[in-house]
C-alpha cells in the first residue's frame, strides 16, 4: 500500500461503520440512530476537510492511494478537485437522508437491515468517485449495486420487490 491512505478511509470507513451500526441496533434503536448519525457527519466532515486543505493558489493538489495486488488487480483511488466535489455532494446528500429518514421510517421494520445498507452504500458510492482505474470503478461499483438493490426491495412488497429485480 501507498499513497494517502486517508483516501482508504473515506470508502472504508462507512462500510465498518455499517457492520458497527448493525450490532449497536440489535441492543438500541436510539444508539443505532445516533451512531449513524455521526458516522456520516464524519464521513461529510472528512471530504470538507480534503477540499479545504487541498485548495491551494495554484488550483487543486491531486492525491491517489494504491494497493497493489488487491484482488489480483490492485485497488487504485484518486482525488481530484472533480472527485472531492462530488464526493462532498454524495456525503452531504447521506447526511441528510440518514437523519430525515429516522421520522421516515418509524413505522417500518427491518431499520436496523436499511441503515447497515445505507452506509455500506455510502462506502461504495466514495469508492466510486474515488476510482482512478476501470477495475476500482468495476469493483466499488458492484458493490453499490448489490447495497442498493436493498433498499430498492426494503418494504418487501410486491412492488418493491418487482422494482428490484429489474434495478
Excluded: Q
Excluded at 492511494?65 to 472533480?82: K, Q, V, Y
Excluded at 427491518?110 to 455500506?120: D, I, S, V
Aim: aromatic share 18%.
Amino acid at each position: 500500500m501507498s499513497g494517502n491512505g486517508f483516501l482508504l478511509f473515506l470508502a472504508a470507513w462507512p462500510m465498518a461503520a455499517a457492520l458497527v451500526s448493525y450490532l449497536i441496533g440489535r441492543v438500541s434503536k436510539k444508539g443505532r440512530d445516533l451512531f449513524a448519525d455521526g458516522a456520516v457527519v464524519l464521513e461529510f466532515a472528512a471530504v470538507l476537510w480534503l477540499l479545504a486543505s487541498g485548495l491551494s493558489a495554484s488550483g487543486f493538489l491531486a492525491s491517489e492511494f494504491r494497493w497493489e495486488g488487491f484482488c489480483g488487480l490492485g485497488l487504485h483511488l484518486e482525488l481530484d478537485g472533480f472527485r472531492v466535489l462530488y464526493g462532498l455532494i454524495a456525503a452531504f446528500m447521506w447526511v441528510m437522508t440518514t437523519v430525515f429518514s429516522r421520522e421516515y421510517l418509524a413505522s417500518y421494520r427491518n431499520r436496523n437491515r436499511y441503515y447497515l445498507f445505507l452506509l455500506l452504500t455510502l462506502g461504495a458510492v466514495m469508492g466510486v468517485f474515488l476510482s482512478a482505474d476501470f477495475f476500482t470503478a468495476f469493483l466499488f461499483f458492484e458493490i453499490m449495486s448489490f447495497t442498493s438493490f436493498v433498499w430498492v426491495a426494503h418494504e418487501e412488497k410486491e412492488e418493491a420487490m418487482g422494482a428490484a429485480v429489474p434495478y
